[in-house]
């Protein structure tokens, strides 16, 4: 009784992670569907978005807003606005400039804007970790036997919640919208859809600023959840989201949330039999093996080498 | 027009004030648990807003101002032009390197220990440098965990000597041959997989390697590291005030001199700049044999390569190898020289700080190369003020560089080849 | 020389090639014609390596290479052209056909650190042989540029001597005259007879240029949608009653 509680404590937990690895990966797969490329930044993004939501949430408590909803809300809003911004800037600055020219160029642009990004924040917020207030205080408790007991935080509720919110929209915004069905038209054949009268700058913009909000909703819950931001915050998430994104099949948006839900359980499972200082360890291994053996991801579509 | 324009500017404006002014114009302060929002100082309000403004008149004027740049004549307007004839370059090259390895060979009996030291780190920069322009500028293989074989060499080392007391001699080969061995064991899988995979792979394994190193406390001393490296030695010779192994002679005693610390600098710096030469020559000639050559084909153009009869496993692999080869000799260097060493020096910022190196000099280019590792070494040093600008202004470089110059501030020169008619 | 039978290829649920059967004998030209989409680079493509083709056997001189690695095929002597030319561009012209001799070099990295006299001997070898063959095709003036800032058509032709310096016995050619001028398609034509007649080579052609195909090939096989519709000598071809309304487009 108590292995299958420990088990499914595990469980909550890796689910937990899992989803906001799946937001932040969908940036990841997204952006690689429909240019191709690895958006090195993305985990910066994020990173951002967390520092935002935790200025926000600092400067409404300094004027003595004790609202919960309102807090929330408008460290999301926050969150998400710059991100967003941050996301268009880099798209802007970094990458369309550099579209189309031998591959490894845009890489090394996204690298060197990873480590601008990481470094901006470190220069205006100090290196130091900083606490970041949990808000949702309080969990459902069950099962005790032998003195293990489980537990589902209110806050693992409202990171399922939102991560479920977030993901209906995207779907729904992809398969109604009209934008939505650019991206899709723009991911099947870039050249064909500008031929075909669709502004692909737009709609490549609109990708990156998509991938960055979610980051931040990423960023708001998991800031919340661990309690703490640093600079290097997104640097570890980023190359998991993007691990979870390649695990379920790179440019597949299905696959990046199967994918973060299967890196969540199989990391939390690690450090839960195994070792903590592990699962990193284990993460980077699984990407490794999934590259080699599947590269094409768990619902990605194989690519035909063209000659 | 104009009033698009003006839009779009006002537009561009508006995004830099949301990207910045959260982020800089307030400022988190932890107090125990507590965490304070305070606003930032007038200046650097006033720089937010001047940067909104900056980028605002930049894109209201924009077409004028490409326009602008596009009159400014460039100095790499050298696109048919053939390369200077074989036999002059080369002369020409081969004095001015001599000279600059004569002045480096003399230059630190007159300088501080200090600058002499901080020359033997960029003396192992540059054979990082020169490493890693292998694998990805010639070759094209974006590596991020360069820094991992770097590791492998350094721990090899101090391993080596904690438990088996083997001097730095003896260790400098093996350590550099382990690297290559973890080369061409990582490699082998990871070659097939396309470009940005290979750089997310690449950057998995470093962090593999830091990790275990961090963990594996009973072998490594996990986070605290390895001290008590030897220094090498000269023929037995010791440059510590006293002798630490049995059987060797001090260097001071044997010639007769007042035991100074700089000697051990200053030979140490000589070790380096003996390496790093060496380093530069063997890829120098890599590069004008037929393996340097299909390095270069591999990176313009797999299949066409794969067409002509190359491997791609073989040829990638033994760039991957040769690589990571430099990679450990560097890092035998550098246990020697800090004598102490842990996971610490080995993250993927290293790796960055390499590449940006590679990068900035010019894929390729092995002058350019060693101009980058010499400035980006030196340059923190001198401005010290301006020394945590550094990977800040390392991370925008690298984006300006593939944006307006993605060949390098010195790009590669071709080598010119005489050919005699044939009948 | 080469026998290739009930060539298939299927993409998921496109059956790209379907049955097609050729075969080259020595010093011969046989050219692949058909409409676009047909599937004839898709038959090169099996036949140098880059697909491992799903159905059929390919022989060369006797042994099946159908799945063999693309380089292994390359150095049995089966070399072939792109139909978008691939040079290696950031490289000088003569580089270009220095690395196509990558085999015949001592590759052996000691001895090339050392300089020993067997590989300059070599290494001079090679250097002579892309001269010989740069002045063949009219490019030894420009051995030193870079390649990707040569002119349309010396491109095609720095191609054409890439192969070459491999010493081949069967050259593919993949539409060799596509954009090229009139005067430019008169010189390739005469540059692949003298392959066949100077070099003993075997040539395999795709074309569209129809004149240059009737020209030239010893024998030519018609594909369409596929699968294989007519085989013979040009006159047969000419006069063959599928392949008029193939080329009408009533079929």
New interface residues.
Partial sequence: MQDLLYFSQQLINGLTIGSTYALIAIGYTMVYGIIGMINFAHGEIYMIGAYTALIAITGLATLGVAWLPVILIVALVCAMIVSSAMGWAVERVAYRPVRGRHRLIPLISAIGMSIFLQNYVHLAQGSRNIGFPSLIEGSFRFGSSEGFQMSLSYIQITIFVTTLICMTGLALFISRSRTGRACRAVSQDLGMANLLGIDTNRIISATFVIGAALAAVAGLLLGMYYGSVDPLFGFIAGLKAFTAAVLGGIGSIPGAMLGGLILGVGESMTSGYLSGEYKDVISFSLLILILLFKPTGLLGKPE??K? | MAAKNFGHAFFCAFITLIISYPIIGFNLEAQGIDVTLTGADTTTIVLVLLAALVVFLFQLFRDQIMGALKRVPMPSSD??K??MAENKRAKIESWILTGIVVFALFWPFFVSRGSVDLATLVLIYIMLALGLNVVVGLAGLLDLGYVAFYAVGAYTFALLSQYLGISFWLALPIGALLAALFGLVLGFPVLRLRGDYLAIVTLGFGEIIRILLNNWTTLTGGPNGIGGIPDPTLFGMEFGRRIKEEGNTSFHETFGIAYSGEHKVIFLYLISLVLAVFTAL?IR??MR???G??W??LR??E??????????TAVKL?AFTIGAFFAGFAGTVFASKQGFISPESFVFLESAIILAIVVLGGMGSQIGVVLAAIAVTILPELAREFSEYRMLIFGAAMVLMMVWRPQGLMPMR????E????E | MLEVENLSMR?GGLLAVDQVSLDVQEHEIVSIIGPNGAGK?TVF?CM?G?YKPTGGKIRFEGKEVQGK????I??MGM??T??HV???????V??NL???Q??H???N?IS??LKTPDYREREQKS??????W??RVGL?SM????AG?LAYGQQRRLEIA??MV?EPKLLMLDEPAAGLNPAETKELNQLIVSLKEDYNVSVVLIEHDMSLVMDISDRINVINQGRPLASGTPDEIRQNDDVIKAYLGEA
Avoid at chain 2, 419 to 422: F, G, P, R, T, Y
Avoid at chain 3, 69 to 72: A, C, E, Q, T, V
Avoid at chain 3, 86 to 92: H, N, P
Wanted: glycine share 4%; proline share 3%.
């Fill in positions: 035909v080498e000659i | 696109a048919n053939e390369p063997v000639r890599f044999m037929p393996v050559r299909a270069e084909a313009e153009d299949i066409a390569s794969r067409s002509l009869g190359l491997s791609r033994s071709r080598i010119h080849i050919l005699e008619k044939q | 993409f680079t493509n140098s880059f690695p693309d380089f292994k390359s150095r070399v072939r792109f139909q691939r040079l290696f561009g950031q490289m000088t003569v580089e220095l690395v196509a990558h085999r070099l001592n590759t990295l090339g650190l250097l002579d042989r892309a001269a010989y740069l002045d030894l051995a030193n540029r870079e800032n890439r192969c491999t």
